[in-house]
């Protein structure tokens, strides 16, 4: 086949509330990062003579991806990867890399449209071991989305809301990696599954009164908006010291963001460490 040139650049992603509690079937919240993102590049050029990728140090991952997805003879060209998304932070570092190799290999798989969301989601597999599909969607969607897994991709929401609160971003400093937080949450179930259940109850009951908030605040209904997204957001944290996902150097930058005049501070991503985002009334 002729590889074609190709080049896509994708946003990173944040969570406003519904981590963890998405893999049992909650619904969450997440919004393309407005500044972070990934752009990958291939430029065919047969006088490579093989596949060439740029950096040298993204060779080992994009090699070992690819190699096992495609079993034709790869093209002669540079493969260039460029990304300002953190890794270990929480903003969808893989889930962004997951949907740009699968977007880049779409026609060389056989992909349908519809199907670049579900193989990406697999692909993210190797990396987390177990994915909702939420970051993927919403990097793949490049718009805010409620999602549910239980739903599959009929379970993806697209919010129409593009005027946004005030929402900042902070890092922790702290890296950690989503494999091991999911085991943490995943034993914290285990041992206590009466309290698991509530936090979980509450963790999704906060993302319906998020998406309520963002739609009124899209609507004009900014007091009140931010009064519901302020609920859902330290809900959402309440949950994330219930599965002891707080490091102690969050909890310092949780409380400078309040002593700051922030309205609700919490982790956006896995926990451990990793971006906090904070609400901020209107300036």
């Given at each position: ?118 193989f990406a989601t ?16 919403v990097i793949a ?21 593009s005027n946004l ?119």
């Amino acid at each position: 086949m002729t590889w074609e040139a190709f080049k896509i650049t994708l946003p990173a992603k944040w969570v406003l509330t519904g981590e963890h509690s998405v893999l049992v079937g909650a619904t969450a919240v997440a919004l393309p990062h407005p500044s972070l993102s990934l752009t990958l590049e291939f430029t065919p050029d047969p006088s490579l003579r093989s596949l060439v990728y740029h950096p040298e140090h993204t060779q080992e991952i994009l090699s070992q991806l690819i190699s096992e997805l495609v079993q034709t003879e790869l093209p002669s060209g540079r493969l260039s990867l460029m990304s300002h998304i953190p890794i270990g932070a929480g903003m969808g570092s893989s889930a962004a890399l997951c949907v740009a190799i699968t977007q880049w290999l779409a026609p060389v798989l056989g992909l349908a449209r519809d199907q670049i969301i579900e193989f990406a989601t697999q692909l993210e597999h190797k990396f987390h071991g177990k994915s909702s599909g939420m970051d993927v969607a919403v990097i793949a969607s490049q718009m805010p989305i409620a999602f549910r897994r239980a739903q599959g991709l009929s379970g993806i929401q697209k919010l129409e809301v593009s005027n946004l609160p005030r929402f900042t971003f902070h890092d922790t400093g702290i890296r950690s990696r989503t494999r091991d937080c999911i085991e943490k949450v995943e034993k914290y179930r285990s041992d206590d599954p009466q309290a698991a259940q509530a936090s979980d109850q509450r963790m999704g009951q906060a993302s319906l009164i998020a998406v309520d908030g963002l739609r009124k605040f899209h609507s004009g209904e900014k007091h009140e908006a931010l009064e519901l997204l302020k609920r859902a957001i330290v809900d959402a944290q309440a949950c994330f010291y219930d599965w002891g996902l707080v490091p102690q150097e969050a909890k310092q930058l949780e409380h400078e963001l309040y002593a700051q005049g922030a309205l609700a501070v919490k982790l956006t991503g896995a926990g451990g460490g990793g971006m906090m985002i904070a609400l901020w009334a209107e300036s």
